[in-house]
């Protein structure tokens, strides 16, 4: 998601300039590839690059076909067969042995309806949503990055239907319809909105989780009851810095699914007052700062209280936060407990890539 936004505020800047662009979307992928479909770049008239569809092997011949396209003002696809051990005919030297297809789009900025205002409604939302990129093989029409309103009558329902089935499954879909005798090929991306990081506490160690997120894109609260602690002046990446007691402030926090909270104040009582009202939202991921004694003794006091939690509800306390990564600097925990949020969210047991039998990457039905 980082990379769409990165890629719309280029555009708008590109726009500002009077540059003319063109939008590069990896469609297919069989085989092996750095980047899998859905990478997406933006490429300006010059020569500025923005996003990414590979390691760095396609950008420069990627270049010269989305020029081509903002030249010829017509949708442009190409297929990167690396296949071939010898790839170094191709003068590219991917070394991934795959077939890569991109679609390079042209972007009118004076088209409401263009990629670059599809790609803003879908990162507008903290919502699950569908990007559908349309292109043909035979190359007789490439429909694009479009809304589905903007598709043939004849097929707008069943990509509809297409497109709520990609929702309830969570995952993306390749569909090859049919439209006037020509094949089109669509590409249904499932896409998730970043992960909402919430910190609560803004000691020293919060900085570098602050700084790792805004590397990722995901936006970031600081949360904490001392204004001298959380400033702008500690935190100027964090999109929103609350200070207050737990019940004043909790009300102006956005949570959802894609929501994820560390107590890290290092303040036992302002914790234990937070907790309680955290676990009454739709949060994915509780992360506690400190040792298992800790957490214990704070669903401890709060049974106490009368307040007790299902076996499923504390399965989302993470306490002590963060996987094992030998961590000690703060650094070092700032990364482990990111890395352990992401597990998280994307669903996935933390484990070594060399030691899984599958393709990284999920195949695209």
Known sequence: MKEIKDIVTAFDEAVRQGKKTALATVVHVDGSSYRRAGARMLVTEDGQLTGAISGGCLEGDALRKAVLAITQEKNKLVIYD???EDDAKLGIQLGCNGIVSILFEPIDEKDADNPIAVLKVNIASRKPAVLITGYSLNNQHHYGTCPVENLPSSIKKEATRIAAE??????SVHIELSIENNQ??????YTTPPVSLVLV??????????????????PVTVVDGRASHASVQRFPAAEKILVGKPDDVIGKILFDERTAVVLMTHNY????AML??????KVAYIGMLGPASKRNRMLHELEQKGI???????????????????????EEIALSIISEIMAVMQQREPVHLKQKQQAIHHRHL
């Open 276 to 281: 309680p009202l955290l676990m009454e939202k």
């Open 269 to 272: 009582n302002y914790d234990i």
């Open 201 to 218: 506490g803004a000691g020293n160690d919060a900085m570098p989780l602050v700084s790792i997120a805004g590397i990722i894109g995901w």
């Open 166 to 171: 990609v929702l309830a499954a969570n995952t």
């Open 308 to 330: 007790h939690y299902t076996e499923q509800e504390l399965q989302k306390i993470y306490g002590p936060t963060g996987l094992d990564l030998g961590a000690e600097t703060a």
């Open 82 to 84: 690396t296949t071939d």
């Open 184 to 189: 089109q090929q669509f590409f249904f991306q």
